[in-house]
């Protein structure tokens, strides 16, 4: 049973959620931190140009299965139109409110 992208306990995360679902590009960069960083099944990858490649330009979008670690962990089904649907997990470091690292893979 999905939860609710109103439900996650994270408020930064839930932002962040909402916004990708959304493909809201002005409201995700808003959840971010200034210089924050990445990483996709362990390899650290160039934030802008992962997330418009794999999210914006491809439709993502998040189903969250699970929440973990007071909500800044996350196992979600996954889909974009390059990919199709895959389970996934996702890691995030919070600070002030923003997201300041965030890190993706298939798990």
């Not at 995360?13 to 990483?39: E, I, Q, S, W, Y």
């Not at 990858?45 to 909500?71: C, P, Y």
């Not at 199709?84 to 690292?101: A, H, S």
């Amino acid at each position: 049973m999905p939860i609710q992208t109103a439900k996650l306990s994270d408020p930064a995360v839930r932002a962040f959620v909402t916004a990708l679902n959304a493909h809201d590009k002005d409201a995700f960069r808003a959840v971010l931190a200034p210089g924050a960083t990445m990483a996709d099944d362990g390899s650290e990858r160039n934030l802008d140009e992962w997330t418009d490649r794999e999210i914006f330009d491809s439709h993502g979008h998040m189903e969250v299965e699970k929440e973990t670690a007071q909500g800044r962990g996350l196992v979600a089904l996954y889909r974009n139109d390059a990919w199709g649907e895959m389970r996934t997990r996702w890691t995030f470091q919070v600070e002030d409110g923003k997201v300041v690292r965030f890190e993706t893979g298939q798990g």
